[in-house]
C-alpha cells in the first residue's frame, strides 16, 4: 500500500521564506544532487569538529601563563606522514561519489518529448516539436509572468506564469535551450536542472520527473532590466491529462 495515501505530503517545489535546505527533490538526478552534498557534509563536519579540537588543545596547552617556554616541535615525520595520508583519504572519499552526478547530467536519455526553450528578453517561447506538422498546427506558445495585480488566491509572487510547461510524469523528456537575444538561463532547483541558454548556440538537457506536481524555476544569468520578471513553471501530469492537455492545445 501506498503510504502517501495514507500521510498526505506536500512537497516543496518552489523557495519558502528563509529557507536554507533544498526544495523536494522531483528528478532522480536532484536527489543525486542532495545525496551527494549530505555525504560531503558529513567530511566537512568530521573536518570542523578535528580541526577545532586541535585550535582549543594548542591554545589551552600552549598559554604563556601555563607554559611560558613551550616544546618547539622543528619537524616530526610521523606527524607528517600522517597529515599527507589522511586528507588524501578523505578527498578520495568525497571525489568518487562526486564523478556520478556530471556524468550523468550530460547523458542524454532516448527521449519520447521534446521541447524547445526559447529565452527573450523578458518572456520565454516553448515549442513541443513533436507536435509540430506544419506552420497552421504547432504546438508554440509564449509564457509571461502574471503581474502582482492580477495573482489569484494561493499564486505565487513573481514564479506564477500565463502559460505552464506541461509534460508527463515518468517520461524522458528533453530540453532544448536557447535565447532569441541576450544569454538566459533555464533553472528549476526541484527538477536539478541548470541550462544556460547561450546566443549562436543551442544546449540540451534531459529530465525524467518521477511526480506529479508543480515545479518553479527562475532564470539564474543576468540578462536585462527585467531579469528577475521571466520565471518558470513546469507542471508535471499523469499521461492522461498529458494528452488531453496536447489535444486541446491543437484544436
Given amino acids: 500500500m501506498n503510504l502517501i495515501w495514507i500521510f498526505p505530503i506536500a512537497f516543496r517545489d518552489a523557495a519558502e521564506p528563509w529557507q536554507l535546505g533544498f526544495q523536494d527533490p522531483a528528478t532522480p538526478m536532484m536527489q543525486g544532487i542532495i545525496d551527494l552534498h549530505h555525504d560531503i557534509f558529513f567530511f566537512l563536519i568530521v573536518i570542523l569538529i578535528f580541526a577545532l579540537r586541535m585550535l582549543v588543545r594548542a591554545l589551552w596547552h600552549f598559554h604563556y601563563k601555563r607554559n611560558p617556554i613551550p616544546e618547539r616541535i622543528v619537524h616530526g615525520t610521523t606527524i607528517e606522514i600522517i597529515r599527507t595520508i589522511f586528507p588524501s583519504i578523505i578527498l578520495m572519499f568525497i571525489a568518487i561519489p562526486s564523478f556520478a552526478p556530471p556524468y550523468s547530467m550530460d547523458e ?117 532590466t527585467n531579469h528577475a520578471f521571466m520565471p518558470i513553471v513546469v507542471e508535471a501530469v499523469s499521461l492522461d491529462d498529458y494528452v488531453s492537455w496536447v489535444s486541446n492545445k491543437l484544436d
Avoid at 519520447?112 to 497552421?136: C, F, M, P
Avoid at 506541461?166 to 532544448?176: C, D, F, G, Q, S
Avoid at 541548470?194 to 549562436?200: E, F, M, R, S
Fill in 108 to 224: 542524454v536519455v532516448d527521449p519520447a518529448i521534446t521541447i524547445k526553450a526559447i529565452g527573450h528578453q523578458w518572456y520565454r517561447t516553448y515549442e513541443y516539436s513533436d507536435y509540430n506538422s506544419s506552420d497552421e498546427q504547432s504546438l508554440t506558445f509564449d509564457s509571461y509572468m502574471i503581474p502582482e495585480d492580477d495573482l489569484e488566491l494561493g499564486q505565487l509572487r513573481l514564479l506564477e506564469v500565463d502559460n505552464r510547461v506541461v509534460v508527463p510524469a515518468k517520461t524522458h523528456l528533453r530540453m532544448i535551450i536557447t535565447p532569441a537575444d541576450v544569454l538566459h538561463s533555464w533553472a528549476v532547483p526541484s527538477l536539478g536542472v541548470k541550462c544556460d541558454a547561450v546566443p549562436g548556440r543551442s544546449n540540451q538537457t534531459s529530465i525524467s520527473i518521477k511526480r506529479e506536481g508543480v515545479h518553479y524555476g527562475q532564470c539564474s544569468e543576468l540578462c536585462g
